[in-house]
């Protein structure tokens, strides 16, 4: 399937550190989204990269993307608190002319602690 | 939540009742989707609308029925209610389609509990 697959799933850091969170997935994509989710909250989209795109900066976020390798990765530099959350990968298909399903697929998510 | 609301917020509903969520938005965006999320499989689509009175299946839609009768609603009901179907639902909206580079924006969530 498409779907992504988010590693690791759990990761705990202390606060200033770096967190860095690794996404595969399987099939040909139009582009690769990441989403965080606090807790009981809804997810609210981060950063977007497309397939023809190796990086990109946003913040203190930095996202890469390996299409050959099928893998894309979230850094967050200098973390804070307030970045604790479950951050997730989300892929878009190719279009249906091209076999694909045109879906936004998600993973399972990486939860992050940043301990104060 | 950019604009999203759902209703309820929280249902504890017994098995075989009938179940509708309400997902409102006032972004005006054409594209709205009913999303599930359990432990240990992500987000999953269940039915997605790209117009009033379009709509199509996603992943998981068995079960499941929706209609947009407006632009800014989109309902999900269960017809009769399972214990499978204890999860908690998310709204989404998005500007454009599928293929082109529009991210989608969340409601809050309803936690649904079937006993």
């Known amino acids: 399937s498409q779907q992504g697959e988010e590693d690791p799933q759990a990761l705990s850091i202390q606060e200033g550190e770096n967190a860095t969170m690794n996404c595969s997935y399987k099939?040909?994509?139009?582009?690769l989204q990441w989403y965080r989710q606090n807790s009981g909250r809804g997810l609210v989209h981060l950063i977007l990269?497309?397939?023809?795109?190796r990086e990109k900066h946003s913040g203190r976020l930095r996202v890469t993307l390996d299409t050959s390798k099928k893998s894309s990765s979230l850094l967050i530099t200098a973390s804070r608190a307030a970045d604790t959350a479950s951050y997730f990968c989300?892929?878009?298909?190719?279009?249906?002319?091209?076999?694909?399903?045109?879906?936004?697929?998600f993973g399972k998510g990486t939860k992050l602690t940043v301990n104060p | 939540d950019a604009g999203i609301t759902q209703s309820p917020r929280h249902k504890v509903t017994e098995t075989g009742t009938p179940v509708t969520l309400r997902c409102h938005q006032t972004?005006?965006?054409?594209?709205m989707y009913w999303y599930r999320q359990d432990p240990g499989h992500g987000l999953r689509l269940i039915h997605y609308?790209?117009?009033?009175?379009?709509?199509d299946k996603g992943e998981v839609s068995d079960g499941y029925s929706v209609s947009r009768s407006k632009t800014e609603d989109f309902l999900l009901t269960l017809e009769s209610a399972t214990s499978s179907q204890t999860s908690v639902y998310f709204c989404?909206?998005?500007?454009?389609?599928?293929?082109?580079?529009?991210?989608?924006?969340f409601g809050p969530g309803t936690r649904l509990t079937v006993t």
């Open positions: 989300a892929t878009l298909g190719p279009p249906f002319s091209q076999g694909g399903s045109e879906k936004l697929v």
């Open positions: 609308s790209y117009g009033v009175k379009d709509t």
């Open positions: 099939t040909s994509i139009n582009n």
């Open positions: 989404a909206i998005s500007e454009g389609p599928w293929r082109t580079d529009y991210e989608q924006y």
């Open positions: 990269i497309r397939s023809n795109e």
């Open positions: 972004e005006n965006h054409r594209y």
